[in-house]
């Protein structure tokens, strides 16, 4: 089965909301074997809505619509699919109980405009809303599926999890989709690619694999396709067991682990704590580790370093070495480590130096020189890194890579 996603509002078109709904539904559809074909961003205009209708439906046998059910003027879809059904708005019962519920729930008063919204085009089976006064709408038409449902997104996502999903599976015949994503640091697209090539190369004709990357990280999606789903999810670990032999070094979690949260489970697991002294990065490894929750238990705090004054004063750092070698230096790098260590009293330290960009970079340290270390009571590592001219992304990949190299410390620890 194919389906199409229709976005509905004129505010994601001009940039003032993000369209997070149409890539979520594309994944739910996607886990019980429906294909997206296409993505369509359209505004609150009448002609619009039945110009997508007309083309998905060429191309599609279930359309999903978000958008534009609201009570206001602007909200024009549900009149839209009326005429586009030849049908006519009918009150519906339900719907309205679903809505004076919520609004006695409240405390709020209903007008007549909270009305409106249980009135739904007789030829549509109502689905409850029990976030919002906007109930979706389900069309079986010529063959065709169309789904229609409020944009606002906790609204929307228990629509389709607790209705739209159950009544799509108990309708269709399909395969089953299994996915799972190896999530990997330290190396790039290309080079990740050639040394599991053979690995690649062996897969079962029902895996395909997938490479997702974005700055700091390459994820490797593997998706089966079969009827059992357990005999799917034991096949893929089978596989990613043997990738893990050829890249141990690289993989640090599944699907939706993030780096901050796998580190903070092995220091918490390890009963061990970590300071940073940042100074390229400018607190952002600190944000990271301090956005999980409970963080505090082994994350006492940062000293951000930009100058080189702080470096002297509150780290430590060596004023010859400073002159002698500059501040993007193992030397350097090596004693921020070091001295927020014996700071704070942690069992291991990351620090940051380097030359972020767009401006400051040199012939002998052009931007994107970084050096990396981290330390533990029994050593210290540094490393240099090239990362491009991108601030932004020198920033994010240079966490990414602390990160990391922290988490094998305390692994081969």
Excluded at 341 to 362: C, E, N
């Amino acid at each position: 089965m194919k389906a199409e996603i229709i976005s509905i509002g004129d505010e994601i078109l001009i940039g003032q909301v993000m369209n997070t709904n149409a890539g979520w539904l594309a994944e739910q559809v996607n886990l019980i074997g429906i294909s997206v074909v296409r993505i369509t961003t359209i505004g609150d205009n009448k002609e619009e809505i039945i110009g997508s209708l007309d083309d998905a439906g060429k191309r599609a046998d279930l359309i999903l619509i978000t958008g534009g059910l609201g009570p206001t003027r602007d909200d024009i879809t549900k009149q839209t699919l009326c005429e586009y059904f030849d049908s006519e708005l009918k009150f519906n019962k339900q719907a309205f109980r679903d809505i004076e519920k919520l609004f006695e729930g409240r405390g709020w008063q209903m007008n007549e405009k909270n009305k409106k919204q249980a009135e739904l085009p007789a030829n549509a089976v109502p689905l409850t809303n029990k976030n919002g006064t906007a109930p979706g709408m389900w069309f079986d038409q010529d063959g065709k599926i169309i789904v229609s449902m409020p944009g606002v997104p906790f609204e929307m996502k228990p629509m389709i999890t607790n209705q739209v999903i159950p009544k799509l599976s108990e309708k269709l015949q399909t395969d089953t989709l299994y996915h799972k994503t190896v999530l990997t640091q330290g190396m790039g697209e290309s080079w990740i690619s050639d040394k599991i090539e053979d690995w690649e190369d062996k897969l079962p004709q029902n895996i395909k694999l997938a490479y997702l990357p974005q700055p700091g990280m390459v994820r490797l999606r593997l998706s089966a396709t079969g009827q059992n789903k357990k005999e799917l999810e034991k096949q893929v670990n089978e596989e990613i067991e043997k990738l893990k032999n050829i890249i141990p070094d690289l993989i640090f979690g599944y699907n939706n682990d993030s780096l901050e949260e796998v580190v903070g489970k092995h220091l918490r697991n390890n009963q061990a704590t970590v300071a940073t002294a940042e100074s390229c990065t400018g607190g952002y490894i600190a944000h990271l580790i301090t956005s999980i929750s409970g963080s505090s238990d082994y994350y006492p705090g940062s000293v951000v370093s930009y100058s080189n004054e702080i470096k002297i004063k509150e780290l430590g750092v060596s004023e010859d070495d400073l002159e002698k070698h500059g501040a993007v230096s193992e030397a350097v790098v090596r004693q921020m480590a070091e001295g927020v260590m014996k700071k704070f009293g942690t069992d291991y330290a990351i620090s940051t130096s380097g030359i972020a960009g767009p401006t400051g970079g040199t012939d002998e340290k052009p931007v994107g020189t970084t050096w990396i270390a981290v330390c533990s009571k029994e050593k210290t590592i540094a490393k240099k890194f090239s990362f491009g001219n991108n601030r932004g992304r020198n920033i994010r990949v240079t966490a990414l890579q602390a990160m990391n190299m922290l988490r094998k410390m305390i692994i081969k620890n």
